[in-house]
């Protein structure tokens, strides 16, 4: 049925330094002793990383594996890509700290190029240093500017685990039982899971139904992301942000857009993943690709919405540091530069066309979906009843990582593979993991 012999890496030019280390037994040790727990481990035994360079990372015994998750969706241009190694070195021989009450050039500068990358009116941007706080912050704005109180978002999202996001998040391998703060939690367009297929208009009567029998008819704001990450690489139905936001506007709210996994280019095409559909938010939140995995976040939005925050302290002590902004900003210039808009969507349909013929071929593939480098991969024990093959997917995790590759799972049952590598992921390496996926799942 699959190929008979076990896909090659593609071939790579860099030699991993020797590594002279504690070993993976003695790392992982440590961590139990001194980390706190968590049920967040996708290995039976984690992969020991040693070292990174570009869409590659290295364990201990110099074994290389091809990443493609990004970290967790975060290393947006490639481990250690030298220009924006390069840029944060040179920042920190200069200054690495000083907070917004000086002035320092590189805070300004990532500001003004971040802010060149939005539509409409969004030019006032706000660092922080995480996509949490960055939906913190846009929850704060959006209660302050329309002076209601309540939020929307959908079932499955993922906006954090600070105790105000957790409200927003929507999924209960994350939360806990204490206050949602007043959210609603609306139906989810997932055009191959929810009730409606890809019929936005369904979905977004869901959303005005919410309003008019849950709310007081006003609200605060409603967030999504375009394209959900931990709940299973979800792309909303077609239309559905256009219908949505309409309604949320209607009831005095704002739309806020969360781009911590979708920005940066990495659906391909466009550089802001609500860009795919036709929608311009009030506020976009982002994280993650934003800083190539420097601790960093922003909250972009209009003049407008900024202004509620101008009379109080609006402080972040680490928000806008020199070294992540100059970080940042490189990121930008290297997107730019390596035109990765364009390569994502070039790579992406190349990749999603190969996984379409496994699907053709493997029975355990109930969905193949995304743009770009943001694809997703739904195992499924039964196509008809779209049974979650949970552990399926959890064997095939650790096959895949025997053949060298690094992949995420996600989606409330641990069913979907996350293919969301760093963004100079190549052909090559599309065929190697198709490749790898159709060796693997044919020895299921
Ligand atoms: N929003 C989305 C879409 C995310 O995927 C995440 C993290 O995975 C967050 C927000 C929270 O970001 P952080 O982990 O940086 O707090």
């Known amino acids: 049925l699959g190929i008979d012999s076990p896909p090659r890496i593609p071939s790579f030019d860099y030699q991993p330094r020797p590594y002279k280390g504690p070993s993976a037994d003695e790392v992982l040790e440590k961590r139990k002793q001194f980390l706190g727990p968590s049920l967040f481990y996708y290995y039976q035994k984690p992969v020991n990383i040693v070292e990174g360079k570009m869409q590659y990372l290295f364990d201990e015994s110099g074994r290389r594996y091809l990443d493609c998750f990004a970290g967790i969706v975060t290393v947006s241009c490639g481990h250690c890509h030298p220009e924006i190694s390069d840029a944060i070195m040179e920042q920190s021989k200069i200054l690495q700290h000083a907070t917004t009450i000086y002035l320092h050039h590189a805070i300004g500068d990532f500001a003004e190029a971040l802010a060149s990358k939005m539509p409409g009116n969004l030019k006032v941007v706000y660092f922080v240093n995480s996509g949490s706080e960055a939906n913190e912050l846009a929850m704060l704005m959006a209660r302050l500017y329309t002076g209601n109180l309540e939020m929307i978002s959908l079932r499955n999202a993922y906006h954090g685990g600070s105790s105000g996001t957790l409200g927003l998040t929507a999924l209960n391998t994350w939360k806990y039982s204490i206050p949602q703060g007043e959210v609603h939690h609306v139906m989810n367009p997932d055009p191959y899971r929810g009730p409606f297929g890809s019929d936005a208009s369904k979905y977004a009567k869901d959303l005005q139904d919410h309003i008019d029998y849950g709310t007081c008819g006003r609200v605060a704001g409603f967030i999504a992301e375009t394209f959900q990450g931990a709940g299973g690489a979800v792309e909303l139905a077609p239309g559905y942000l256009k219908l949505a936001y309409d309604i949320v506007r209607k009831a005095g709210g704002v739309c806020i857009a969360d781009e911590v996994q979708s920005g940066f280019g990495r659906t391909g095409g466009c550089y802001?993943?609500?860009?795919?559909?036709?929608?311009?938010?009030?506020?976009?939140?982002?994280?993650?690709g934003i800083g190539n995995g420097l601790p960093l976040g922003a909250v972009v939005t209009t003049p407008?919405?900024?202004?509620?925050?101008a009379q109080k302290i609006q402080f972040?002590?680490?928000?806008?540091?020199?070294?992540?902004?100059?970080?940042?900003?490189?990121?930008?210039?290297?997107?730019?530069?390596?035109?990765?808009?364009?390569?994502?969507?070039?790579?992406g349909s190349h990749l999603i066309s190969r996984l379409k013929e496994l699907q053709q071929k493997h029975e355990i593939i109930g969905d193949v979906r995304g743009k770009g480098l943001m694809l997703g991969l739904e195992l499924v024990t039964d196509q008809?009843?779209?049974t979650p093959a949970k552990a399926e997917t959890a064997h095939l995790l650790e096959k895949?990582?025997?053949?060298?590759?690094?992949?995420?799972k996600g989606g409330l049952h641990g069913n979907v593979?996350?293919?969301?590598?760093?963004?100079?992921?190549?052909?090559?390496?599309?065929?190697?993991?198709?490749?790898?996926l159709d060796y693997s799942m044919s020895k299921l």
């Open 316 to 347: 972040n002590t680490f928000g806008g540091n020199p070294v992540c902004s100059a970080g940042g900003l490189a990121v930008l210039r290297v997107i730019d530069k390596e035109k990765r808009q364009a390569h994502c969507a070039d790579v």
């Open 384 to 386: 008809k009843e779209k």
């Open 400 to 408: 895949l990582r025997e053949l060298g590759i690094l992949i995420g």
């Open 304 to 309: 407008e919405i900024a202004s509620v925050l």
């Open 417 to 436: 593979f996350r293919i969301k590598p760093p963004m100079c992921f190549s052909r090559d390496d599309a065929d190697f993991l198709a490749d790898a």
């Open 272 to 288: 802001w993943g609500f860009e795919t559909q036709g929608v311009i938010p009030d506020i976009v939140t982002m994280a993650k």
